[in-house]
């Protein structure tokens, strides 16, 4: 009886190059090179976009010292970028300045690059009540702007937050003047409506009170003896009990309310003279806004035309003057809003960024890559074994 030698059955186990461990640490001795140069390459191509490709970024704060409160900030963010289009329209830009300006004219890049730091938190103001929210949001509210701009090197980017910064605080002011004016023109055209149904009422209502005195002065002179016996009285004539006063009384009485009419008619006609002052005014400042772009400048202008319109009108005595001292007060504020407000506290600083992040994406990417590449070959190789054995 022949014997039969029994070998132990081998089971996949049973090969340490089968432990995944063990294959994972054989597959990197193999491809370390290869996976450490194309990091290598990769970050030298991260290197070469950041260098070629990503632009230089200007910072720039100003101080806004209350020139402009929250509710102003909010109409400007859609407000600048309309002007930018105005001015793009009607001015010759250098080539330099077309990019930043067409920059501008999207309402999204003032929301991006331009943050204004506030006193107080959005949480905070919820929790006041009307009065404190109305103080907290005003002039005082908004502390500074940060703005940021871009360039493909440092001086363009110097040149183009420059020029948005005085973009902002030149435009800025042109639109609040802008806005008085037009206020102006409708305060002006309802005071003259209005004065005139004012005077017209008051005129019918003195007729009446010329017939009453005729008629009581007729009265008086057939009853005179009512009149001599009468002591001086205060007494309202429109009261219900008047025409049992004396009559002499009355009179008086009547008389009164006849010249306070008469001076309320006359007060009223120089709120006319006046208000045809400032329309005058108007004639020649609302051409002036439509043909300008710079409220710096527009403020000078709008100044001195109203110092040549105090000239000519200052023959005609205080009362024709009068209009325009609140018109250039109102002016001068703005003008000294703008001229202390959105100050810049620091040189602009320009720098370079995400250095890094594209180093660190374009290793990333090479290393993933060649990874994929390696194990895509040894996965090919694995099937062409199995397809010919």
């Known amino acids: 009886m022949s014997s039969i030698d029994i070998k132990p059955t081998e089971t996949p186990a049973s090969h340490t190059h089968d432990f995944p461990f063990y294959n994972i640490v054989n597959f990197l001795s193999y491809t370390w090179?290869?996976?450490?140069?194309?990091?290598?390459?990769?970050?030298?191509?991260?290197?070469?976009?950041?260098?070629?490709?990503?632009?230089?970024?200007?910072?720039?704060?100003?101080?806004?010292?209350?020139?402009?409160?929250?509710?102003?900030?909010?109409?400007?963010?859609?407000?600048?970028?309309?002007?930018?289009?105005?001015?793009?329209?009607?001015?010759?830009?250098?080539?330099?300045?077309?990019?930043?300006y067409r920059q501008m004219s999207d309402e999204r890049w003032w929301k991006k690059n331009v943050s204004p730091t506030t006193s107080v938190t959005r949480n905070d103001i919820k929790e006041m009540d009307t009065q404190m929210r109305a103080d907290a949001t005003a002039n005082n509210y908004i502390l500074n702007f940060k703005m940021t701009a871009s360039g493909r090197s440092k001086e363009l980017a110097m040149a183009n937050i420059n020029s948005a910064a005085d973009f902002l605080k030149k435009g800025s002011s042109y639109l609040v003047v802008k806005s008085m004016l037009h206020d102006l023109q409708v305060r002006v055209l309802n005071r003259d409506a209005q004065t005139a149904k004012q005077i017209s009422d008051i005129a019918v209502e003195m007729q009446y009170q010329n017939q009453r005195l005729v008629n009581l002065e007729g009265q008086l002179k057939r009853f005179p003896s009512d009149g001599k016996t009468a002591l001086p009285q205060v007494v309202d004539p429109k009261a219900s009990n008047a025409k049992y006063m004396p009559l002499t009384t009355q009179i008086i009485a009547l008389n009164t309310d006849i010249m306070d009419n008469k001076e309320t008619v006359n007060r009223l006609n120089d709120g006319l003279m006046q208000n045809r002052v400032l329309a005058q005014f108007l004639e020649q400042a609302l051409p002036m806004a439509e043909n300008s772009t710079d409220g710096e400048s527009l403020i000078i202008n709008l100044l001195n035309f109203e110092s040549e319109l105090r000239t000519k009108l200052s023959v005609e005595g205080i009362k024709s003057l009068n209009s325009l001292h609140g018109l250039r007060s109102e002016l001068t504020s703005i003008q000294n809003q703008f001229k202390n407000g959105l100050e810049q506290n620091a040189p602009p600083g320009v720098n370079k960024p995400y250095m890094v992040k594209s180093i660190a994406i374009g290793i990333a990417a090479a290393f993933f890559l060649m990874l994929f590449l390696l194990l895509g070959r040894g996965v090919w190789i694995i099937i062409k074994s199995d397809g010919s054995n």
């Open 33 to 100: 090179k290869k996976l450490a140069s194309a990091s290598v390459v990769g970050a030298l191509l991260g290197f070469a976009f950041w260098y070629a490709l990503v632009a230089y970024q200007a910072e720039i704060t100003l101080n806004n010292n209350g020139a402009i409160s929250l509710d102003s900030w909010l109409n400007l963010q859609k407000s600048l970028p309309n002007l930018v289009l105005k001015i793009q329209a009607n001015t010759r830009i250098s080539e330099q300045e077309l990019d930043m």
